[in-house]
């Protein structure tokens, strides 16, 4: 009987962990405290989607996945930074992440943000350094360019101070473009990864981007959802957060039924982006799943 699609996630997480624990920084006898800091907020669980992400576009490909493992893990220290940031008192002020206290509840505010300023720059200093031998000089690049554009000011950064100040009266096409940048930006990159580390037709670099386009928001509005309908056992961080503190979402403008079927469109488009890949199965499950997921 062949794997269901979360135990191929499992597999897929597990073989990242495997091979990022080498790599990760976990202690820095330099500055012990950030280090302990910096592991904490890594280590604290989370479903490693990016990673998974982009370990199965490299199956999916016919690329060997443990050779993107130091690129997904740029990314994901990436994304663990910016939930640092996006959790501290001057922006969504949470007290829990991932079901436990959050890295400012943890180590206090100072701490916090340089443990977020240091898994930023490490995250490059890995991407420049540890990814295999066997990999283009020029893929590299490509990739460390992708990832910069990403993360940064036109990609992620810019999308966190869209969703701080947006206009008066948005609308679902700013709001579409605040998250594609800060959320989609580095789902896409994800998704992306072993087209821009290997020379790679552009038809399936397109496939692969417009794919993570669409799961980026997807998995944005996913969580809309659920921030309206869900515990926070289940979603590991307070619910209700997002309407108390009157954010734009997608729930606040279509209602949940009206979202509901904005998520079930993006699926049938991020599904329909892949039929050109060789073996789509294992990212088209996925975008089932995160659809389907409950947390």
Not at 65 to 76: Q, R, S
């Amino acid at each position: 009987m062949s794997p269901t699609i979360p135990e191929q996630l499992t597999e897929l997480k597990n073989l990242f962990e495997r091979e990022a624990e080498n790599i990760f920084p976990e202690a820095l006898p330099e500055a012990p405290a950030l280090g302990e800091a910096m592991a904490y907020s890594y280590h604290a669980g989370g479903k490693r989607i990016r990673p998974i992400l982009a370990i199965a576009a490299a199956k999916a490909l016919g690329r060997e996945p443990e050779a993107v493992v130091p690129a997904a893990l740029a990314i994901e220290m990436i994304h663990t930074y910016s939930l640092i940031h996006d959790d501290l008192p001057a922006m969504d002020n949470d007290d829990f992440r991932r079901g436990k206290p959050t890295s400012h509840k943890k180590f206090g505010e100072a701490l916090a943000i340089l443990a977020g300023d240091g898994l930023l720059t490490e995250a490059f200093h890995i991407a420049a350094t540890k990814l295999p031998g066997n990999i283009p000089p020029a893929g590299k690049l490509r990739f460390i360019k992708k990832l910069s554009f990403a993360a940064g000011i036109r990609g992620m950064v810019a999308g966190q101070v869209l969703d701080m100040e947006h206009p008066v009266e948005p609308g679902p096409a700013f709001l579409r473009d605040l998250h594609l940048r800060k959320t989609g930006a580095m789902i896409q990159i994800s998704c992306i990864t072993p087209a821009l580390l290997w020379n790679t037709p552009e038809n399936l670099y397109t496939a692969l981007g417009n794919y993570g386009d669409k799961i980026g928001l997807l998995f944005q509005v996913v969580d809309d959802i659920l921030d309206e309908t869900a515990t926070l056992a289940q979603l590991g961080k307070t619910p209700g957060k997002d309407r108390e503190q009157h954010k734009l979402t997608y729930p606040a403008i279509y209602g949940i039924e009206g979202t509901e079927k904005l998520a079930d469109s993006l699926l049938s488009q991020a599904l329909a982006a892949v039929s050109e890949i060789p073996d789509p199965a294992l990212l088209t499950g996925i975008a089932r799943f995160i659809r389907e997921r409950s947390h």
